[in-house]
T-cell receptor, first 110, second 111 residues
């Protein structure tokens, strides 16, 4: 089955800096790669996603890149703000179920 | 449009008791999912239902059963709860493009 590895497990940045979270996947059939943000005690919320026919996607301060050959994808957050502090999960899907990474706890300090 | 709803929000069970977690979605989605979330483990798939009338095991199905009652509802049953099933349970449904929408979660403690 699909195995998704996510790094780092914790990340601390200063407000205004950039944050990068990286994931690798094992199943070459995976074709959909979403990123979720989860605040403490809340449900995971989709923040951005990318499909296998696209190399990069941006939405304001958030961008995701995908390297299908190397089987890795990354989340980039620029100009971080304290409200970006949360746990971020990557996932990979072949169209049926999502396989999640173990999460990255991001702390943005003022 | 309530999205994905779950009941109950919190539950405490004694070892050996049974209970059913309820999930419903009003977005006319075909696929529905049950995950459990434990500290440091991310979200792990218990069961999913690709369409009404079908269910499939995920990564951690032991100790659970599911029922896809109709297109809207997908329930998760614990027949004999164990302390290892203490977790937060999330239901989700799939949009047309594959994006998943999660319910608010059920926090279950088994003593």
């Amino acid at each position: 089955g699909e195995n998704v590895e996510q790094h780092p497990s914790t990340l601390s940045v200063q407000e205004g800096d950039s944050a990068v979270i990286k994931c690798t996947y094992s199943d070459s059939a995976s074709n959909y790669f979403p990123w979720y943000k989860q605040e403490l005690g809340k449900r995971p919320q989709l923040i951005i996603d990318i499909r296998s026919n696209v190399g990069e996607k941006k939405d304001q301060r958030i961008a995701v890149t995908l390297n299908k050959t190397a089987k890795h994808f990354s989340l980039h957050i620029t100009e971080t703000q304290p409200e970006d502090s949360a746990v971020y999960f990557c996932a990979a899907s072949d169209g049926y179920a999502l396989n999640f990474g173990k999460g990255t706890s991001l702390l943005v300090t003022p | 449009n309530a999205g994905v709803t779950q009941t109950p929000k919190f539950q405490v069970l004694k070892t050996g008791q049974s209970m059913t977690l309820q999930c419903a979605q009003d977005m006319n989605h075909n696929s529905m999912y049950w995950y459990r979330q434990d500290p440091g483990m991310g979200l792990r798939l218990i069961y999913y239902s690709a369409s009404e009338g079908t269910t499939d095991k995920g990564e951690v199905p032991n100790g659970y059963n599911v029922s896809r009652l109709n297109k809207r509802e997908f329930s998760l049953r614990l027949e004999s709860a164990a302390p290892s099933q203490t977790s937060v349970y999330f239901c989700a449904s799939n949009g047309q493009g594959g994006e998943q929408y999660f319910g608010p979660g059920t926090r279950l403690t088994v003593t």
